[in-house]
Nanobody, 124 residues
Framework: QLVGSGGGLVQPGGSLRLSCAAS????????IGWFRQAPGKEREGVSC????????KYADSVKGRFTISRHNANGTMYLEMNNLNPEDTAVYYC???????????????????WGQGTQVTVSS
C-alpha cells in the first residue's frame, strides 16, 4: 500500500512537500516515480528515481523547481516542489515499480503500485 500526503492549496511562488509512505513491502531495488493529472489532461510523469547512482529524471516543466528523493530505510518517498505556478495544479500520484535494476522511467507502465493521489492547487 502507498499512502500519499502533503497536498493542499498554495499561492503562486509557494512550496509544498509531498510524501508517500509504503507499507507491506520494501522500496529497496524498486524504481519510484511521481505523476500528476490535471482535469482534462493525460497523466504526466513528473519525476522518477531508481537506486542507480545519479539516475534521476524530471519533466522539463518542473526541472529546477522540483526535487525527488527516497528514504528506503523508512519506506518513504518525497517530492519537494518550489516556485509553484497555476500550471502545476493537479492530482499528484506516487508510484512504485517491481524489483528491478532498470533505469527509472517517467512512463506509467513501469509502475505496479500507485498511491491514492493528493490534490495540489496553486492559486491566488
Amino acid at each position: 500500500q502507498l499512502v500519499g500526503s502533503g497536498g493542499g492549496l498554495v499561492q503562486p511562488g509557494g512550496s509544498l512537500r509531498l510524501s508517500c509512505a509504503a507499507s507491506g513491502f520494501s522500496l529497496e531495488s524498486r524504481n519510484i516515480g511521481w505523476f500528476r493529472q490535471a482535469p482534462g489532461k493525460e497523466r504526466e510523469g513528473v519525476s522518477c528515481i531508481s537506486n542507480r547512482p545519479g539516475d534521476v529524471k524530471y519533466a522539463d516543466s518542473v526541472k529546477g523547481r522540483f526535487t525527488i528523493s527516497r528514504h528506503n530505510a523508512n519506506g518513504t518517498m518525497y517530492l519537494e516542489m518550489n516556485n509553484l505556478n497555476p500550471e502545476d495544479t493537479a492530482v499528484y500520484y506516487c508510484a512504485v515499480g517491481r524489483p528491478s535494476t532498470a533505469f527509472c522511467s517517467r512512463t506509467p507502465g513501469q509502475y505496479s503500485r500507485w498511491g491514492q493521489g493528493t490534490q495540489v492547487t496553486v492559486s491566488s
